[in-house]
Structures are given as C-alpha cells and as structure tokens.
Nanobody, 126 residues
Framework: QVQLVESGGGLVQAGGSLRLSCAAS????????MAWFRQAPGKEREFVAA????????YYADFVKGRFTISRDNAKNTVDLQMNSLKPEDTAVYYC???????????????????WGQGTQVTVSS
C-alpha cells in the first residue's frame, strides 16, 4: 500500500504562483509514475501533469504547458507541482496520484492510477 498526502494549496491572485507537494509513504519502491489531477466544482477530474520514475519523462495537459512544472525527488519520496502564471480557471482541488504500472500513452488516464491523495484546494482570484 502507498499513502499520499498533498500540501501547498491556498488562495492566490491571478498571475501568482503556488507550489504543491505530495509526500508518499508505505511501499514507495513499487511506485513507477506519479501525477497530478484536478477537479473543479461541477466538472470531471482532469489530468494536469505526470512524471515517470526517473524524472526524465514528464507529461503535461495542454492547458498548463509552459506554466506548470512537475518534478520528483525519489530520495524523499515526493513529487512537486510548481504552478506559475495562475489563472482563475485553475481553481480546483488538486489530487496527487501514483501507479505501479503505466504504459506509453496512458499517463493521462485517471484509471491508470491506483493510489490517490485527499486533495488540496487551489483558489485563484481574479
């Protein structure tokens, strides 16, 4: 089993920055990829970014490319999401997720991820 705990959410003005962090515990050696998803009120959960075990493979949703950066520290069992140039439409609950198995092209699907955190609220005011 793997446990995930997110931190770093909050309220920020449009154009500002936030850094989310996800700490993994438990059987972390089994984790291959980690990701961030988000869910806004009344909307489906959507993919934001993912990173593989080496940190060399990163994947982003089109709407965050150039603004968000995902990174991981395997020694600390953490994955971070640096969010810059935030927009009001980025307001959502952000979830950290982890999987032990993922195939090329499937990083974007929530069904791939077995472990999920509780989520952290990000609110961007205009």
């Amino acid at each position: 089993q793997v446990q995930l705990v997110e931190s770093g959410g909050g309220l920020v003005q449009a154009g500002g920055s936030l850094r989310l962090s996800c700490a993994a515990s438990g059987h972390t050696v089994s984790i291959y990829a980690m990701a961030w998803f988000r869910q806004a009120p009344g909307k489906e959960r959507e993919f934001v970014a993912a990173i593989n075990w080496s940190g060399m493979g990163t994947y982003y949703a089109d709407f965050v490319k150039g603004r968000f950066t995902i990174s991981r520290d395997n020694a600390k069992n953490t994955v971070d999401l640096q969010m810059n140039s935030l927009k009001p439409e980025d307001t959502a609950v952000y979830y950290c997720a982890a999987t032990t198995t993922v195939y090329s092209g499937t990083y974007y699907y929530s069904s791939v991820y077995k472990y999920w955190g509780q989520g952290t609220q990000v609110t961007v005011s205009s």
